[in-house]
């Protein structure tokens, strides 16, 4: 796929139907947070439940640092802490949740200033020490496309994760505004 080649990009979000979307652990309390995923981790019938205990720790650790880089290449994030879509649709995440649902919002309804991007998710790409370039780098907007120039989308080279741990671009929304409708929708 040519990232440079002038499309359709959209954003993608999944998420448990009954929860809504863009419930994120990061904005709760620490103590909160942590309860919710020892919840989870009880319940066992979800992606989430697999989880290492050290997650919400590390999680933390890496959104600041995902922010951090973000800011450096002149980003604005508005939270401390990100919502999390994918570039391009992920079909099968869906199957994360017990009865997960998506959203889908075109790229360029959001300010350049306020998404990153990971190529991969947020924890392998920070954490995995393979070599590869893409590694403990948060992107912008232009700079994403070259790197699928380059590289490919994930989710297309690598759907089931049998080849790498990188299995889709991941999108960093650093600010509520263009999420608002979503919000709101909460149950």
Not at 26 to 43: I, T
Not at 48 to 55: G, I, K, L, N
Not at 115 to 121: K, L, V
């Amino acid at each position: 796929m040519d990232g440079g080649t002038p499309r359709t990009w959209t954003l993608h979000h999944y998420y448990e139907h009954e929860c809504g979307p863009f419930r994120n652990l990061s904005d709760l309390p620490v103590e909160e947070a942590e309860a919710v995923q020892r919840r989870l981790k009880e319940r066992g019938d979800v992606f989430a439940s697999r989880r290492t205990d050290d997650y919400l720790t590390i999680r933390r650790q890496l959104e600041s640092r995902a922010r951090e880089l973000f800011i450096r290449k002149g980003g604005e994030p508005v939270r401390a802490r990100p919502h999390y879509m994918t570039l391009g649709a992920c079909e099968w995440i869906v199957e994360w949740y017990r009865d997960g649902r998506e959203l889908t919002l075109g790229i360029d309804e959001l300010d350049t200033q306020v998404i990153s991007f990971t190529y991969g998710d947020l924890f392998p790409t920070m954490r995995y020490g393979d070599g590869k370039p893409y590694r403990g780098q948060v992107y912008t907007k232009d700079e994403i496309f070259r790197l699928i120039d380059d590289h490919g989308l994930p989710q297309a080279w690598n759907p089931d994760g049998s080849r790498a741990p990188e299995r889709y671009i991941e999108a960093q929304i650093w600010d509520d505004a263009p999420l608002a409708r979503f919000l709101h929708t909460r149950p």
